[in-house]
């Protein structure tokens, strides 16, 4: 996966700073949130990776197939 192929939506971005506003307006730590906000960005980053690998696997797999 190239570094170029990992974007956040506007939609993500969003979702993620409700959520840690509630937990800062929990907590009243902004060390914990900011805590939380780059784990959801590096589980984001993770599980998209995951994914992207899922799809070569796939794609070489159905290529061998047609050579074969």
Do not use: H, P
């Amino acid at each position: 996966m190239d570094e170029n192929d990992f974007k956040l939506s506007w939609k993500q971005i969003i979702s993620f700073f409700i959520i840690c506003g509630g937990l800062y307006y929990i907590t009243e730590s902004i060390l914990m949130a900011a805590g939380i906000m780059l784990l959801l960005i590096i589980g984001v980053y993770a599980l998209s990776f995951r994914i992207m690998e899922k799809r070569r696997k796939k794609e070489r797999e159905e290529e061998q197939k047609e050579t074969v």
